[in-house]
């Protein structure tokens, strides 16, 4: 039985709560949040779990074992940083900090006490992730060429960080497990519309070797609530889209075919072949990483989405960012 403490119970913090709570091999014991307000509403749903508003309670409390970070971005290094020298396995919110200095840092101090550090990329451990991975580690997809994705929605809103940096996380990590290559460069272009500096659309491209691609659209302006990638391969192309109840993945037969009639030349050939649905066991991904997080503290195992994971896509979003200020400039990563 692990013992757990969570810092963070605002926007997101109540489901990852809400998972650890449900699950056999942990147990929560103190949670914290500066809102005593909020305090009072988990006191209501979790009687059974402590809280405090100073999170040095949870630090200093030799009974936890592990500690999960779901505040805002801005202070994810500093509570982390906290829990990692007090020798507590770590769970962090994405992204793992804003800076990649501090990234680092904590690798180096969970390498150092030999604690797990998890980054909470949440995507990549939906079924259907794992089943596209397991179609593109297959070969069915073929050579994959560029990779798409539509994360679009009116609304939530932020103040401490533009679309890029609340959106863009989720669909960069997928790109990183499914391509499992290291980017070389990427260009991004956005606008602010609703606040100054703040951008509420962003287009970005990421560049890996032998000329593959991933290009994102991000936005929190926009009529449509779109949850969507698309893999572009040499033999198939597959969908993942997040808001279908029931059919998330189609793999889709279609494709451009070389003939090759040496007396005529080389000729190309659209394909249009079956769309293949396959059947997936769905449960909840939020759940799955919750579990993962606490199977790697029990198997001493490196989790999928690990520090050097997080720093990975850190380092993408840090270079997006200098690109955006200088009107979509490409920059080496």
Not at 185 to 204: H, K
Request: proline share 5%; glycine share 6%; net charge negative.
């Amino acid at each position: 039985m692990i013992t757990i403490g969570q810092v963070g119970l605002g926007y997101w913090g109540p489901n990852v709560l809400r998972n650890f709570a449900t699950l056999a091999e942990c147990q929560v014991k103190k949670c914290c949040d500066i809102d005593a307000q909020q305090l009072e509403n988990m006191k209501r749903r979790y009687p059974f779990i402590e809280l405090t508003q100073d999170y040095n309670e949870l630090v200093n409390d030799p009974k936890i074992e592990a500690l999960v970070v779901t505040t805002p971005a801005p202070t994810h290094y500093q509570l982390a940083k906290m829990a990692l020298k007090a020798g507590k396995h770590v769970f962090v919110e994405k992204p793992i900090t804003l800076d990649v200095g501090e990234a680092e840092e904590l690798i180096d101090l969970a390498e150092r006490r030999r604690r797990v550090l998890m980054v909470g990329h949440l995507l990549i451990y939906h079924p259907a992730v794992s089943r596209l991975k397991e179609y593109v580690d297959g070969g069915d997809l073929g050579e994959i060429r560029y990779i798409y994705s539509s994360r679009l929605n009116l609304g939530k809103i932020r103040h401490d960080e533009n679309a890029m940096w609340s959106f863009a996380p989720h669909d960069l990590s997928v790109a990183l497990y499914l391509l499992g290559e290291e980017p070389e460069a990427v260009s991004a272009q956005g606008m602010a519309y609703l606040r100054p500096d703040v951008e509420d659309v962003v287009f970005m491209t990421v560049r890996f070797p032998q000329g593959k691609v991933a290009h994102l659209h991000v936005s929190w302006l926009d009529p449509h609530k779109v949850r969507r990638i698309t893999v572009v391969g040499s033999k198939k192309m597959a969908v993942f889209d997040d808001m279908e109840s029931a059919e998330k993945l189609r793999i889709y037969d279609k494709g451009v075919d070389n003939l090759d009639y040496s007396s005529y030349g080389e000729f190309l050939t659209l394909r249009f072949g079956d769309i293949h649905i396959p059947r997936i066991g769905m449960k909840e991904p939020l759940q799955l990483e919750c579990q993962h997080f606490l199977d790697c503290i029990q198997n001493h195992h490196r989790p999928l989405s690990d520090g050097l994971e997080g720093l990975q896509v850190l380092k993408i979003l840090d270079a997006a960012q200098r690109s955006l200020r200088n009107d979509g400039q490409l920059v080496k990563i």
